[in-house]
């Protein structure tokens, strides 16, 4: 069978967790030669929030078989984001270890908080959430990186130090002693859901250079933001020095 079949036959469980039988970047390069979508739109529903009423979209991607969430602030039920220029973009990668149970060790839900919270004053803007745990290695590779990098000192969680080096295991470090990327993510969705709305221009709420890159390589006009969120602890605060050090972010 043609490895791209998975295109048909939606073998989405088998590809979030398991190891895939194609990579993304094989199955995306099938799906462009051939001028087929990436990402189809899954359905859309006006959703009110403490952040004000929003239209909450949800997006398929062929090239994972997973699904993103697509946050608009005000009403949107038509094609093309008319009236829409050059709003505030949050492209958020998941972290549901930081959004859902609060962990300190990262600063991903202040970071989506505070995205919103400008977001609702200008009363203005998109998040595309992506779905992609771990820098795009996925939650596995996460799980494994963050048992290497803390440990129970007592009842308390502490930074572990490595043996040899006797120095904390950053989780970029951690990623690439298991064989993972430190840096594993494709953007090329997220300049595909901004076509699918209308949206040409943006202001890009981010610290990553390879963001603003990936989108203006997709032809979006992008004008770079910063979102700066202090550290709230110690761990939190070598996490931003290895986010900077590491992967060259403008914190
Ligand atoms: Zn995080």
Redesign the pocket.
């Known amino acids: 069978m043609d490895k791209t079949d998975i295109y048909r036959t939606t073998a989405y469980e088998e590809k979030t967790w398991s190891e895939p039988w194609v990579t993304e970047a094989e199955l995306r390069n099938a799906l462009q030669k051939e001028n087929r979508p990436l990402i189809k739109e899954l359905g859309r529903t006006p959703l009110p929030s403490e952040y004000g009423d929003l239209t909450y979209l949800v997006f398929g991607d062929y090239t994972t078989g997973k699904d993103h969430d697509v946050i608009i602030f005000g009403k949107f039920d038509g094609k093309n984001l008319t009236g829409y220029d050059n709003p505030l973009l949050r492209i958020h990668s998941s972290?549901r270890?930081?959004e859902l149970f609060h962990a300190s060790n990262?600063e991903?839900r202040e970071e989506l908080d505070l995205a919103m919270k400008t977001m609702s004053k200008e009363g203005k803007g998109i998040i595309i959430y992506l779905n992609q745990e771990g820098v795009g290695n996925g939650i596995s590779a996460k799980i494994a990186t963050y048992k290497n990098s803390f440990e129970w000192h007592g009842d308390k969680v502490v930074l572990r130090m490595d043996p040899k080096t006797k120095k904390p295991t950053n989780v970029y470090e951690g990623y690439i002693a298991l064989g993972y990327k430190p840096e594993n993510r494709d953007f090329t969705i997220a300049g595909e859901i901004l076509k699918a709305v209308g949206v040409k221009q943006v202001r890009l709420m981010t610290n990553n250079p390879k963001k603003i890159t990936g989108l203006k390589a997709q032809g979006i006009n992008v004008e770079a933001v910063s979102i700066k969120i202090p550290p709230t602890n110690e761990i939190m605060r070598e996490h931003l020095n290895a986010k900077k050090e590491k992967l060259g972010h403008n914190i």
């Open positions: 972290c270890s930081s990262c991903c």
